[in-house]
C-alpha cells in the first residue's frame, strides 16, 4: 500500500533552538565565571536567558521598534518614545540582574570592588545573546559615574538611584523614580567623532548651573531620566548632566526631531535632538569635557567588546546546533570534514575573543591595586574593542552560511545577529578612531605601552608567533608613519593579548593553536587556517546545549 508522507512532518531539520542553558558548553565563560568566584552563580541565569519564552522576547522587541511621539492628541509637544512590552520586560530583567549597576554596589569606585566588572561581564555576555539592542541604556547607565565622580553633589543625588534595580520606565522627574537610566549625546552633524568642533553652547546662569541650546546629530536612549553631553561653556568644550525634567518639575526643553532609521539595534531607540535653552549641571570643570567623560567612555569599550563577544557565541551556538542535528551526503554536518574544520576554525576564534574581553573586564577590576593592571586597562581596552568588534560580522556571515539559506531568512535569529554586529564597532569611536588611540599612548606613554608588550611576551612565551607579534607592534608604533600603520599595531596587539589570554584560561593546544594560526602564519578564511591539531578539541570543548 502506497503511504503518503505526512504534509507537517519535518525530516532531517533540527529542533528549535530555545529552552536551552547559554552558560553550557561555553570554555570562555566557564573559565571567567571561575576566576570571577561566580562558581555555579551563573548557571540559572543562563538557563533563564535560554528558555523560549526570553528569546521571543528579544525577537518581539525587534520586531516591533520604538515609536516617537512627538505631540500629544491634542497637540501640545511631549517628546516620548513609546517602547514595545517585550523591551520593557527585558529591561526589568537586567536591571534587576544589576547590569545597568552592579559594579558600583560596593565602593564608589568600580575598580575596588571585588571582581565587579568580571562578574557584570559574564551576564552582560548571557544577555547580548538573546537582545543586544536594550543593553545600550544600561551600557551608558553603568559608565555614567566614572563621569558623575567629576561632580560630587551630582553623584550623591544620582548614584543611590542608578543602584536601583527595579526598573521603572515612567515618564517622571528623576526624584520621584527609585531606579533611573542614563543616556549620552555627544556628537553633532558636522564634526562626529571631533567633538572638539562641537557648536552646542552652554551659557551659565550660577550655581553650576547652565542653558544648552543647539542641536546634537545622535541621542542614544532618548527615554532616560539624564544624559550626559558636551556643550561649549566660556571655559571651553565642557561636560553636563541634562535631565529630562527641570528642577521645578516641568519638562526640560529637550526636544526630539527624529528616530534614527537603524541598520540593527532596532529594539533601541537613537534620535536626532535640539536644546532649546535646556537645563543642565556642570560636570566637572569647564573647558575639561573631554577628561570628565573618558572614563565613562573606557568603560561603554569594555562593553562593547563583551557584547560583541556575546553575539559571536550566539551564532556559533546556532551554528553548532544546526550542524550536530542536519545531515547531508549520509553523515551529520559536523561530521563532514570540510564543515569540521570550518565550525572548529569560528569555535577557536570565539573562545579567543570571549577570552580576551573577559580578562580586560579582570583588568579594570584590579587597576586600583596594581599598576600593570591599569596600563593593561588603559593599552588594551580600545585595541579589544577593535579586534573583537570588527571581526563580529565576518564571524557572523560564516556562521550563517553553516545554516545555508535558512540562515538568511528573519525566522532564524542569525539575520538580527548580523545586523546587530557593526554597531559596536562604530558606537564610542570607529576602528580608526581605537587604533589611533592606541598610537597617541605610543607616543605620549611609551614606557607605558612597552611595558605592556613585555608582559605580553612573557605571558606568551614559547607560543608560535608570539614574540615576533610584539616586535611588529613596536615597530608599527615607533615607526615615523605610525597613524598609517596604526591598524595594523592595533589588530597584532589585540591577538597578542588574546593569545596570552588563552594561555591563562585554555588548554596549551588551543593556545597554541590560536597563536599558530593568527600570530605565526597570515591567517586564512575560516576552514583554511591549520587547526587540525585541535579540530575534535574544539568541537568537545564547544557545546550548544
Not at 589611533?436 to 612597552?450: K, Y
Amino acid at each position: 500500500m502506497d503511504v503518503t508522507p505526512d504534509a507537517d512532518e519535518v525530516a532531517n531539520q533540527p529542533p528549535p533552538y530555545a529552552d536551552i542553558n547559554l552558560v553550557a558548553g561555553d570554555p570562555a565563560l566557564a573559565a571567567a565565571t571561575e576566576r570571577a568566584g561566580l562558581n555555579g552563580a551563573l548557571w540559572a541565569f543562563g538557563s533563564q536567558w535560554g528558555g523560549s519564552d526570553q528569546l521571543a522576547l528579544g525577537r518581539l522587541a525587534n520586531e516591533n521598534p520604538p515609536e516617537l511621539h512627538s505631540h500629544d492628541p491634542q497637540g501640545r509637544r511631549c517628546d516620548v518614545v513609546e517602547f514595545h512590552p517585550a523591551y520593557h520586560a527585558l529591561m526589568a530583567q537586567s536591571m534587576e540582574a544589576g547590569l545597568h549597576c552592579s559594579s558600583w554596589d560596593g565602593p564608589l569606585r568600580p575598580a575596588e570592588a571585588r571582581r565587579g566588572n568580571a562578574q557584570r561581564a559574564t551576564r552582560l555576555y548571557v544577555v547580548s545573546q538573546v537582545e543586544a539592542g536594550h543593553v545600550c541604556p544600561l551600557t551608558m547607565t553603568h559608565a555614567a559615574p566614572a563621569s558623575l565622580a567629576a561632580a560630587p553633589e551630582l553623584m550623591r543625588d544620582f548614584l543611590p538611584r542608578i543602584r536601583g534595580r527595579n526598573y521603572d520606565g515612567r515618564f517622571l522627574p528623576f526624584w520621584e523614580k527609585a531606579s533611573i537610566t542614563i543616556g549620552m549625546s555627544m556628537t553633532e552633524r558636522q564634526g562626529g567623532t571631533d567633538v572638539r568642533t562641537n557648536t552646542t553652547r552652554a551659557a551659565p546662569t550660577g550655581n553650576g548651573e547652565y542653558e544648552i541650546s543647539g542641536a546634537k546629530w545622535f541621542l542614544s536612549a532618548p527615554m532616560s531620566d539624564a544624559f550626559l553631553v558636551l556643550a561649549q561653556a566660556p571655559g571651553g568644550l565642557t561636560a553636563f548632566l541634562l535631565p529630562r525634567f527641570r528642577p521645578d518639575g516641568g519638562v526640560n526643553a529637550l526636544r526630539l526631531t527624529r528616530l534614527k532609521r537603524k541598520l540593527g539595534n532596532r529594539s533601541n531607540a537613537s534620535c536626532e535632538a535640539e536644546f532649546e535653552r535646556a537645563f543642565a549641571w556642570r560636570v566637572g570643570e569647564e573647558g575639561r569635557g573631554i577628561a570628565t567623560i573618558i572614563g565613562m567612555v573606557q568603560m561603554t569599550r569594555l562593553d562593547c567588546a563583551v557584547s560583541s563577544a556575546g553575539l559571536m557565541r550566539a551564532a556559533l551556538a546556532r551554528a553548532l546546533h544546526h550542524a550536530r542535528h542536519r545531515t547531508a551526503f549520509q553523515k551529520k554536518l559536523v561530521d563532514q570534514p570540510a564543515m569540521a574544520m570550518v565550525l572548529a576554525d569560528l569555535a577557536l576564534d570565539q573562545e579567543a575573543f570571549a577570552a580576551l574581553a573577559f580578562r580586560l573586564a579582570l583588568s579594570f577590576d584590579e587597576a586600583a591595586g596594581s599598576g600593570t593592571e591599569a596600563a593593561r586597562a588603559r593599552v588594551l581596552t580600545p585595541v579589544a574593542k577593535f579586534a573583537i568588534c570588527k571581526a563580529a560580522p565576518g564571524f557572523i556571515a560564516e556562521a550563517m552560511e553553516v545554516l545555508g539559506g535558512n540562515g538568511y531568512v528573519e525566522d532564524c535569529a542569525l539575520p538580527r545577529l548580523y545586523r546587530e554586529a557593526p554597531v559596536n564597532a562604530i558606537w564610542e569611536g570607529s576602528g580608526n578612531v581605537m587604533a589611533l588611540d592606541l598610537a597617541r599612548v605610543a607616543f605620549r606613554e611609551p614606557d607605558l605601552v612597552q611595558a605592556i608588550l613585555a608582559d605580553l611576551k612573557e605571558r606568551t612565551r614559547g607560543l608560535p608567533g608570539a614574540a615576533a607579534s610584539a616586535d611588529c607592534v613596536s615597530q608599527c608604533l615607533h615607526a615615523g608613519d605610525r597613524e598609517a600603520r596604526a591598524r595594523r599595531a592595533a589588530e597584532a596587539l589585540a591577538l597578542l593579548a588574546a593569545a596570552a589570554a588563552l594561555a591563562e584560561s585554555a588548554p596549551t593546544a588551543v593556545a597554541e593553536a590560536f597563536a599558530a594560526t593568527r600570530l605565526a602564519t597570515p591567517r586564512g578564511m575560516y576552514g583554511a587556517n591549520a587547526v587540525e591539531p585541535v579540530r575534535d578539541l574544539m568541537l568537545e570543548r564547544v557545546c550548544a546545549a
